[in-house]
T-cell receptor
Framework: EAGVTQFPSHSVIEKGQTVTLRCDPI?????LYWYRRVMGKEIKFLLH????????ESGMPNNRFLAERTGGTYSTLKVQPAELEDSGVYFC?????????????FGPGTRLLVL | AQSVTQPDIHITVSEGASLELRCNYS??????LFWYVQSPGQGLQLLLK??????LVQGIKGFEAEFKRSQSSFNLRKPSVHWSDAAEYFC????????????FGKGTTLSVSS
């Protein structure tokens, strides 16, 4: 069974540009999460999808960040326009549905550098 | 406030020596506890988890962790470290309620000397 995949693995952009990150969850996982780790800080929650619906987006830093999950499969996270402080590693995680399925499985992350 | 503290930013141990990584949490609800590991260039891999029951849990790669409610701790241990264990280790806590986000510590980087 394939794990969580993320694309691209690295992205270097200039301030003001737009970047779109993609996450493909484990097949059949209804729950999808985005997290971010800024250098030197802890990994922090951004938002949570259940299928195509945003269950919790309390961690989204501002309206320059837009997450979508059309069709309840893969998800994209767009940053527009990117700022220097957006640099970091963006992780995606997915989780199955139901009792006993509390574990979130993480992807390899996308390393974003905004210059 | 809900938080996870990993007091050691960087630890170096000799290959073959024992290891203990500390994790303390502050959480208002019944906690689910996790340890993840990130090797260079890799994603976060689940080492072990505690939901309920036996407070000593076994994980992959020979790791174990003990949940101590009275101390709000979930320390990770390994009796004999291998060079391949060099990585960054993250402790995380989540609520028993399904779907809640995880709260992570800042991570502990483990170096293994020969």
């Amino acid at each position: 069974e394939a794990g969580v995949t993320q694309f691209p693995s690295h992205s270097v952009i200039e301030k003001g540009q737009t970047v779109t990150l993609r996450c493909d969850p484990i097949s059949g996982h209804d729950n999808l999460y985005w997290y971010r780790r800024v250098m030197g800080k802890e990994i922090k929650f951004l938002l949570h999808f259940v299928k195509e619906s945003k269950q919790d987006e309390s961690g989204m830093p501002n309206n320059r960040f837009l997450a979508e999950r059309t069709g309840g499969t893969y998800s994209t996270l767009k940053v527009q326009p990117a700022e220097l402080e957006d640099s970091g590693v963006y992780f995606c995680a997915s989780r199955g549905h139901g009792t006993g399925k509390q574990t979130q499985y993480f992807g390899p992350g996308t390393r974003l550098l905004v210059l | 406030a809900q938080s996870v503290t990993q007091p050691d930013i960087h630890i170096t141990v000799s290959e073959g020596a024992s290891l203990e990584l500390r994790c303390n949490y502050s959480y208002g609800a019944t906690p689910y506890l996790f340890w993840y590991v990130q090797s260079p260039g890799q994603g976060l891999q689940l080492l072990l988890k505690y939901f309920s029951g036996d407070t000593l849990v076994q994980g992959i790669k020979g790791f174990e962790a003990e949940f101590k409610r009275s101390q709000s701790s979930f320390n990770l241990r390994k009796p004999s470290v291998h060079w391949s264990d060099a990585a960054e280790y993250f402790c995380a806590v989540g609520a028993a309620q399904a779907g809640t986000a995880l709260i992570f510590g800042k991570g502990t980087t483990l170096s293994v000397s020969s």
